[in-house]
């Protein structure tokens, strides 16, 4: 069975950082995309960032671009989010998302990603 857990979410002020982490067991994404959404409170799902299955190539929505960094471990099956600078418009809970097989665009709407994790909240107070 295919899990993904988010971890590393938390209460902030702005300005601070935070690091997420998500670990997959139950299948190798070495060779997949692997990326990150958040949704905030009446809102979609949106569009974080996304990397490679190298690692090579990276993604960023606007809102972060500069600001947050996404980084991947295929040893230990893990990808990282990185964020910085955190405003209270980065509220929300974080999901980790793994796409199955190759893609010949870069993914980055929901429905392109195959596996999910639970999520893990961001709270950034001004």
């Known amino acids: 069975q295919v899990q993904l857990v988010e971890s590393g979410g938390g209460l902030v002020q702005a300005g601070d950082s935070l690091r997420l982490s998500c670990a997959a067991s139950?299948?190798?994404?070495?060779?997949?995309?692997m990326g990150w959404f958040r949704q905030a409170p009446g809102k979609e799902r949106e569009f974080v960032a996304t990397?490679?299955?190298?690692?090579?190539?990276?993604y960023y929505a606007d809102s972060v671009k500069g600001r947050f960094t996404i980084s991947r471990d295929n040893a230990k099956n893990t990808v990282y989010l990185q964020m910085n600078s955190l405003k209270p418009e980065d509220t929300g809970v974080y999901h980790c998302?793994?796409?199955?097989?190759?893609?010949?665009?870069?993914?980055?709407?929901?429905?392109?990603?195959?596996?999910w994790g639970q999520g893990t909240q961001v709270t950034v107070s001004s």
């Open positions: 139950g299948r190798t994404f070495s060779r997949d995309y």
């Open positions: 990397i490679s299955a190298s690692g090579g190539s990276t």
């Open positions: 998302a793994a796409r199955r097989g190759l893609s010949a665009v870069v993914p980055n709407t929901p429905t392109e990603y195959h596996y």
